[in-house]
Each structure stands twice: as structure tokens, then as C-alpha cells.
């Protein structure tokens, strides 16, 4: 009788364990992301007939390769040193690499290039109202729900994101999913973003920024202050579309 008790407890305790092994397999919170960000530069061109001469010698998109490494809850996201690109255009036409974020639980930190002048910005996260839907769809081998944002009444935006990876990270700023971003798409910035390669068990993570010695810190209301006053105090919808492209 002893003998088929434990013949059961081991019995269970062998599901337990295979359970538990499916799960850690499935389910991670320390992981690598590889992105390919697309851009149409043509389409955020004006559409103006001096213009069309322009588009006619750059190349319709611009793609760039970038990392996210999350671990424990906080996340980095910056360009792949690996990242090499063709693409040729005037020089005020291409986004500068100056773009860094990380995301902390409760605050976010981010480097960033305007006007060849670079700023360094912590400030709290972003509040994104998110609309989750049924759709599915496929990114990097992962099995991702879609779900939409309306942000700042004007920036409508779309996730992709998997369940399976642990957290509520994804590119850029966007947060606030119950699992981490593989596929974003922003039509007003004509932009995309999409995972090639998901790596499980972040290797040399390093949640930090660079800082120059004495560089000034911003939050979100001063960085649109100093910007405001580099257009000569004149706010306009192209440069509030400016700033908030900023952090996307």
C-alpha cells in the first residue's frame, strides 16, 4: 500500500516538474529583442512639386536595426552597434542615432537629438489607453494580440504584443500591455516597427546612460519649452508633431 502512495506522490510530483519546465520554458522575463524600424521618408516629405525632385534621388524607406534587453522588470532600448544602413539623403533628412530609452518600473529615462543638440530626459511614463482585440498575429515566433492607443487625441497607435515574455515593455517609450511589444505601427510618423529575433536570458545588461559632465536633465513639459523657444516661440501643429515624434 506504501509502496502505490508513493508511486503516486511520485507520479505528481513528475507532472509538477514537467509543468514547471514547460512554463519557464514558455514564459521568460529576462530577454533580447532584435527590430527592424522602417521608415517612409518620401511620405514624410510635404507634399509640395519642389519636393517630388527630392524624392526622386533618396530611397522611398529607411531601415534601422535596434536592441531591447529586459530584464527584472526594466528594459533598454538603443541601436544595434551592428546596424548598418545604405541609406543616402541630405543630411536634414535622416533621423539622428542619438536615441536611447530606458524604462524603469515607474519612471522612464531617454537620449535624444533635436536640432544637433542632445538631451537627456527623465520624466514619469507616458499613459497610453489601450483597446485589446482579437486579432493575432505571428512575430518572431511568437503568438502576439493586437490592441490600439489613441494618444494626444491625434496619434493612433498599433501593438503586437506576446504573452509569453514577461513584462510591458516594447520600442521607444510604448508600455502599459500585459506582455512585451514585437510588432508597433504609427501611421502619422509612417513608421513601423518589427521583431526578426527574440533571444530568452538577457546577456550583458547594463540599464544605464552615458552622461556628460554637467549635462542638464529635462522633463517631458521642459524639453517642450526649450523646443517651443527654438521656434521662435511660434507652436504649431507641425511642431507639436515634431516633439512627439521625438519619443517615437
Known amino acids: ?130 483597446r485589446i482585440t482579437n486579432d493575432k498575429r505571428n512575430i518572431a515566433g511568437y503568438n502576439c494580440r493586437k490592441a490600439i492607443a489613441k494618444f494626444q487625441d491625434s496619434i493612433i497607435i498599433y501593438a503586437f504584443f506576446a504573452e509569453e515574455l514577461i513584462g510591458s515593455q516594447g520600442p521607444e517609450v510604448i508600455r502599459g500591455l500585459p506582455g512585451v511589444v514585437l510588432g508597433l505601427g504609427i501611421p502619422m510618423f509612417y513608421t513601423n516597427w518589427f521583431a526578426e529575433k527574440v533571444v530568452l536570458n538577457a546577456k550583458g545588461y547594463n540599464p544605464k546612460l552615458p552622461i556628460k559632465k554637467k549635462q542638464k536633465q529635462y522633463t517631458k513639459l521642459m524639453l517642450h519649452t526649450e523646443m517651443e523657444k527654438l521656434f521662435g516661440g511660434k507652436w504649431n501643429p507641425d511642431a507639436e508633431k515634431m516633439y512627439w515624434k521625438l519619443f517615437f
Open 1 to 130: 500500500m506504501k509502496s502505490v502512495q508513493l508511486n503516486k506522490k511520485a507520479f505528481v510530483w513528475g507532472i509538477l516538474l514537467l509543468v514547471a519546465s514547460e512554463l519557464s520554458a514558455q514564459f521568460s522575463d529576462s530577454f533580447t529583442i532584435y527590430y527592424t524600424k522602417t521608415t517612409n521618408i518620401h511620405k514624410q516629405l510635404p507634399d509640395e512639386p519642389w519636393v517630388e525632385q527630392i524624392k526622386k534621388g533618396i530611397p522611398k524607406f529607411k531601415k534601422e536595426k535596434y536592441i531591447l534587453v529586459g530584464k527584472n522588470g526594466i528594459s533598454t532600448y538603443r541601436i544595434d552597434p551592428e546596424n548598418e544602413t545604405s541609406f543616402t539623403a541630405p543630411e536634414w533628412l535622416i533621423p539622428s542615432a542619438a536615441n536611447e530609452v530606458i524604462l524603469y518600473p515607474d519612471s522612464l529615462k531617454l537620449k535624444k537629438d533635436f536640432a544637433g543638440s542632445e538631451f537627456m530626459i527623465c520624466d514619469s511614463h507616458f499613459n497610453f489607453k489601450w
